[in-house]
């Protein structure tokens, strides 16, 4: 083992531990935003596919790149943006009678 | 080390804490939007200098200077373009009640890149015969495992939501041999690249074998589980992405996968317990219905007995409720009836009324994709109040109103000796009247006659969660005008 080998499995199991340590306080109420959320997080593989560009110099590597880069940025493009069109649907509005000028066309936020 | 990796190595770092900060911020409606926007600040930081080191030719895991040839930028450029906007289109454009499909699809092709990186990058090394040790073989044959089947499952669990599979539970002769045998090839292949050569027909078993196992894990579990299994391939993926940044060496990914790995690991446990099962007797599947329930007859062993309501009668109830509890299920996200509901909601807060809603773990197909659909159909989350928190408000209330919910909301669930035995159900027996919208007595994902149907002081309105709530809110606003 080198190590580079094991300061990553330091950093791995931290992580892990940060990552329990944080999630295990959210409110059922976000879950589904949060679940979202994360899965924007593990998006950043597109790093991981900038960086076999790099190393790629056959046309079998040129291909596998541009499918990881695609499948890459649409994880965490979309995750982003879906998760942030889904929180800015929770609006704290208590006391505002709202009922009147509710249009019940499904356009307000797809205009966004 | 030059000065641009130092540079690189901090910003990873600083993307790091922006990774914790935006999760940690989502622990309130207030905050977690603010939360998403410095996961993503953190995010294009973490891209932007890879690709300055990628231009500076540095990236390479030797330190070399490598020159990226023009085709490299080609494929990496075109891939991000096309990627990036096929994301954003489908992110807006997707409808509320579709979120869990596409969250599903964001997902496999998260693990589908995952196993890309480790595969080309194996690839590229064995194809130089270099020396290729163990350290370095067993996180790609992680990472290619995980990924694909992350990547194949994703995609079948993505099509049951969506209706393109059947959400009943698939399973055929022998698919249990076969799923067994697919993981078996993957494995076995995967020892064969740990211990032997750098080899491209073990490494296209383990691919071959591990998207079956994906596909046969999947196939089998029935509609109703299917937010436990997004959940728990999300965890997957974070591993995936996890033993990526081993493969490459790059920390970033070892620390985001890792983060994203222990957050859907928690929530796929807070899910299951939620419906009072194991995460493995889930995976085993053949358990459960398809989601699909149609509309039986108005039948069923406690069928003699129930009081039909009318939405007039409905109506006068929750007009002259002074606290109404509203509980929203499956129906009314099955039946796009958020709107509706959002709107009555409003009209009887407007009067005065007290109007609550009550959220059972797992209303809706992902965790908290109710409250999703009630905020999207602008109902204030400081109306939505969770299961404990609710409980104790049903002895309190006027009316409560059931829409679409049926096992969440069974008293039989206290009783040992039925399937729903010890799961935690809201307490709507406990109500002073209660109205339920339901297309039929048809059973729930369980089976089971729901008890709270034949009290007495339950009224059935027989009807679809969308239409059933349009006639209660018109015949509300006529005896109010």
Redesign the interface.
Known sequence: ??S??LS?LG???L??????E????????????????????????????????????D????????????????????????????????????SR???AD?P?A?TQ??A? | MSALEIAARLVYLG??VC??L???L?????T??R???L??AG?TA??AV??AL?AA?G???EGGD?S??G??????I???????V???V???????TA?PQ??SI??A??G???A??G???F??LSGEGAAITA?FSIPVVLDVIIGSVTFSGSLIAAGKLQGWISGAPITFRGSRALNIFSAVVALAGGAGLVWGQGNAYLLAAVIVGALAFGVLMVLPIGGADMPVV??LL?AF??LA??M???V????????????????????TK?MADAMNRSVIAIMIGGFGTGDGAGGEAVAGVAGADVRRVDADDVAIQLAYATKVIIVPGYGLAAAQAQ?EC??LG??L??RGITVLYA?H?VA?R????M??LL??A?V?????I?MEEINPEFATCDVALVVGANDVTNPAARRTGNAISGMPILDVDKARSVVVIKRSLGHGYAGLDNELYGQPQTGMLFADAKKGLAQVLAAVKTLVA
């Open positions: 083992m080198t580079d080998l990553d950093l791995f199991v992580a892990v531990l940060v990552g329990f944080v999630i295990s306080k959210i409110p059922a109420t976000l879950h589904t935003p949060m679940m979202s959320g994360a899965n924007a997080i593990h998006g950043v593989v597109v790093v991981g596919a900038v960086i076999i560009a790099g190393l790629a110099d046309p079998f590597a040129y291909v596998l790149t541009f499918v990881a880069a695609a499948f890459a940025a649409m994880n965490v493009v979309g995750g982003y943006v879906v998760t942030d069109r889904m929180l800015g649907m929770f609006k704290a509005r208590p009678p709202a009922a509710q019940s499904p936020e797809t966004r | 993307a790091a990774f914790v935006g999760l940690h989502m622990r309130s409606p207030a977690a939007r939360g998403n926007l996961s993503a995010m973490a891209i890879t690709i990628l030719g990236t390479a895991a490598v990226v040839s085709w490299a930028w080609v494929a990496l075109s891939g991000l373009v096309v990627g990036s096929a994301g954003l489908s992110a807006r454009r997707v409808q509320m979120m596409l969250v964001f997902n092709v998260g589908g890149a995952a890309l990186v595969i080309v990058d690839v590229r350290s997004i959940s999300n993926t974070g992405v996890a990526a940044g081993f490459i060496g790059n920390q970033i990914l070892i620390i985001a996968g890792a983060l994203v790995g222990a957050s859907g690991t928690i929530l807070l709107r959002g709107e409003a009209l807060t407007e959220i773990p809706g992902m965790p908290g994709h409250n999703v905020a999207e602008d204030p989350y400081t109306q939505l969770e």
